[in-house]
């Protein structure tokens, strides 16, 4: 039986079993204009959110795009999004780290996004592993946990 005491406290971001809010968001590529995290699914999604100036979460940012770089697993995506205010250190940031996800945004307007409002991060980040119907499966997973988890 679910239990909805306290289901609608900002506080503590989304949990496993929540459906992942549809956004959209603009691409800094120039092949396409925005990305749409309901056009993923039918596959399993990675959704990571972090900032430059927040070392605990570029790390595990860096750590889980390298773990899923070297899974077998093909029917996962890993959608990136920075909240740094500035385009130019989040594109230094990916470049410094790595990062070769074509799904990696920057939302400029920091936690005074709609995004980060939308999955209520409040002071800390977090990812979510979404299934194929985009339902949080996991959430705040290493890359250790995400490789045994895939492979």
């Not at 900002?10 to 925005?34: C, H, R, W, Y």
């Not at 749409?36 to 100036?53: E, H, I, N, R």
Request: some cysteine; aromatic content about 10%; hydrophobic content about 35%.
């Amino acid at each position: 039986m679910t239990s909805f005491v306290e289901k609608d406290k900002p506080t503590g971001g989304l949990n496993v079993g929540d459906m992942a809010p549809d956004f959209k968001i603009q691409t800094m590529s120039a092949e396409q204009s925005q990305t749409d995290l309901s056009d993923l699914k039918g596959k399993y999604v990675l959704l990571s959110f972090w900032a430059s100036y927040d070392a605990q979460s570029r790390m595990q940012n860096a750590s889980l795009s390298n773990a899923l770089r070297s899974t077998t697993h093909k029917n996962v995506k890993m959608v990136s999004v920075s909240f740094d205010e500035y385009q130019s250190i989040f594109e230094e940031t990916i470049r410094k780290d790595q990062i070769v996800t074509p799904t990696c945004f920057v939302e400029t307007k920091g936690e005074y996004s709609g995004l980060f409002k939308k999955y209520r991060l409040g002071r800390g980040f977090t990812n979510y592993l979404l299934d194929d119907n985009g339902v949080i499966i996991a959430k705040n997973i290493s890359a250790a946990e995400l490789s045994a988890y895939l492979n």
